[in-house]
């Protein structure tokens, strides 16, 4: 077990044995420990077993439980739990707001042990007649069993991006000397994927029976050409068999957006379709340039691509510095020096460190005195690392009235600035507004980071004018964050054209808080294709000496003494 999944089974033991009303002192020791090694540089499984007793927050019994995860990947303390706790309950820990003790007393006071009771309840008002809920809380619950019920079966990108090659190359060797190919959204690189969908050159019931034989996959729903499949029990899997010779015609149709079928369609493109030898003979029949399957939306591709103006889009490899880390300083996971040695390694030219500001406190954010200690450390590590360069940066918390975390004097500290909105979530779009906008004019932001703070499938943004933020950032010389975190991809990838016409940079970021982070950069990427993104249009693929002049002339428009 790694070090995940280790602080993974105690903090879930935690909730657990509070659910349950065991001694709170023992369930705290547990969290403690599952804090402890999430921030751990070092794995536990690589730790001589007398040190890990050694390590701070780690007591006699926590460490007995590490080396039994270690030596037999189970924990004996967690199953236990685990079997006297109802499946429904382990899933209503799942509900944002729900903590372990409001969980407990609405088991025990309403006998609720699944998911649709407790929506039921919500309904009935019936969580108003418990100590510690009120109208409020009871309505928050509602709106997040409902959120959780509409994503349950939908998953991130990122998370089933591996599952879905591997499936297209075990499909094409047992299919073999049969076509395979994925298809729809998956194809398209869309940031939520509710089904894995693949074009197969052969019988519906021939692929029945090879994909039967599968571990894992069961089948759901069967016609003459589709069939679909549950694999593992919760990813949806949908086949499209077709014969030879009208394998890239159901590819081209299977793979394209509704709205882009419909336009094409309409321009007299289904003409070309039938027997198509390649999907690029289908495109130049139509006389249009080939349209990469990442833009097929039904946006305004067609047009581009019959004016022969489709961008060439950004590519992974053309990043050439890391925009947005955390180390230790703040709450990240390696030295500051570890995460600059590490992209040197990976080949990239310089990282900015963005740790969080003195308002995170929850974050470990840096009050000023830690700032310039900071800032110090980055002026001998340039030295020593040198023709590597870490710019001096923060992720400047944007306060309830818009300003930013820091007087004046010591924002102009940093090369540049993020400024992001951390705190306070849940606003109306009114009060939204005026904080980001007042941000944006703020002459120090040079980056407005993760524009709408949603977590996907978990959380929504709060409400923004989108087009108004893209005007401002335009007038005010502000780039806009395309955060790369798997669940954030904030800017939206839809918003990404409006950017571009109003002339925004982009900025890719990893918001890495971990060496591990920096690999967000390649979501990040395939979002920005979705959005027509150029390595011209996006600042983290300037080099080290145009990220350099770019924020000496910045800091010169807009009268910054460094």
């Given at each position: 077990?790694?070090?995940y ?5 105690f903090?879930?033991?935690s ?15 547990f ?13 536990l ?16 019994s ?32 799942k ?44 309505e ?6 409902e ?23 075990q ?13 729809g959204?998956f ?24 994909l039967?034989?599968?571990?894992g ?11 679909v ?10 086949t ?19 709205a ?58 053309d ?68 023709p ?5 940066s ?17 924002l ?13 979530l849940?606003?109306t ?62 800017i ?19 918001d ?24 011209t ?26």
């Amino acid at each position: 077990m790694d070090n995940y999944s280790i602080a993974d089974n105690f903090s879930l033991l935690s909730k657990l044995m509070d659910i349950h009303g065991e001694n709170s002192f023992k369930a705290k020791s547990f969290a403690s420990a599952a804090f402890t090694i999430e921030k751990l540089p070092v794995q536990l499984k690589d730790t001589p077993r007398d040190d890990i007793f050694r390590i701070k927050g780690i007591g006699e019994s926590t460490g007995k439980s590490i080396l039994e995860m270690l030596d037999t990947d189970k924990f004996g303390l967690l199953d236990n739990y685990l079997q006297i706790t109802p499946a429904g309950i382990l899933e209503i820990m799942k509900i944002k707001g729900l903590g372990p003790k409001k969980i407990a007393t609405i088991w025990k006071e309403l006998e609720i042990e699944s998911m649709g009771e407790l929506l039921y309840a919500c309904n009935e008002n019936r969580l108003m007649l418990l100590k510690g809920f009120g109208a409020k809380t009871q309505e928050n619950v509602r709106q997040n069993i409902e959120f959780y019920l509409s994503n349950r079966n939908r998953f991130l990108y990122a998370e089933v991006a591996a599952t879905g090659a591997d499936l297209e190359k075990q499909l094409r060797e047992i299919m073999a000397p049969a076509a395979v190919a994925l298809t729809g959204a998956f194809r398209r690189q869309a940031v939520i994927i509710d089904e894995i969908e693949l074009v197969i050159a052969a019988p519906a019931d021939k692929v029945q029976a090879q994909l039967s034989a599968l571990p894992g996959f069961a089948l759901t729903t069967a016609n003459d050409h589709n069939l679909v499949w549950k694999l593992n029990d919760k990813l949806k899997v949908v086949t499209h068999s077709c014969e030879a010779a009208d394998f890239y015609s159901q590819l081209f149709t299977t793979t394209g957006a509704p709205a882009f079928m419909d336009k094409f369609n309409a321009a007299g493109g289904a003409a070309h379709l039938s027997s198509a030898p390649s999907e690029e003979a289908i495109f130049s029949a139509a006389g249009i340039d080939f349209i990469p399957p990442c833009l097929r939306e039904g946006m305004n591709e067609i047009e581009q691509a019959r004016l022969h103006q489709l961008p060439e889009l950004i590519l992974p490899g053309d990043i050439k510095g890391i925009i947005h880390s955390h180390s230790q300083w703040s709450d990240g996971l390696y030295t500051l020096e570890e995460m600059a040695i590490a992209a040197r390694d990976q080949g990239f030219q310089y990282l900015v460190i963005s740790d969080h500001s003195r308002s995170a406190f929850y974050a470990n954010g840096l009050h000023i005195e830690r700032v310039q200690a900071q800032q110090l450390q980055v002026d001998e590590l340039n030295k020593k690392l040198a023709p590597f360069r870490i710019f001096k940066s923060i992720e400047a918390d944007i306060l309830n009235d818009g300003s930013l975390d820091y007087p004046d004097e010591i924002l102009a500290t940093f090369d540049l600035v993020i400024a992001s909105v951390h705190s306070n979530l849940k606003m109306t779009e009114e009060k939204a507004m005026a904080r980001l906008l007042k941000a944006i004019e703020n002459p120090y932001t040079t980056i407005l980071g993760h524009m709408t703070g949603r977590l996907l499938l978990s959380r929504n943004g709060y409400p923004v004018n989108h087009k108004t933020i893209i005007d401002a950032c335009a007038a005010n010389g502000v780039v806009i964050e395309l955060n790369a975190h798997p669940r954030r991809l904030d800017i939206d990838w839809t918003w990404l054209p409006y950017a571009l016409e109003k002339k925004v940079l982009i900025s890719i970021d990893p918001d890495a808080h971990s060496i591990e982070g920096y690999h967000d950069i390649h979501y990040g990427t395939l979002a920005a294709q979705k959005g027509g993104v150029t390595k011209t249009n996006n600042l983290s693929s300037y080099t080290v000496d145009m990220l350099d002049a770019y924020l000496l002339e910045r800091k010169k428009q807009k009268s910054i003494l460094s």
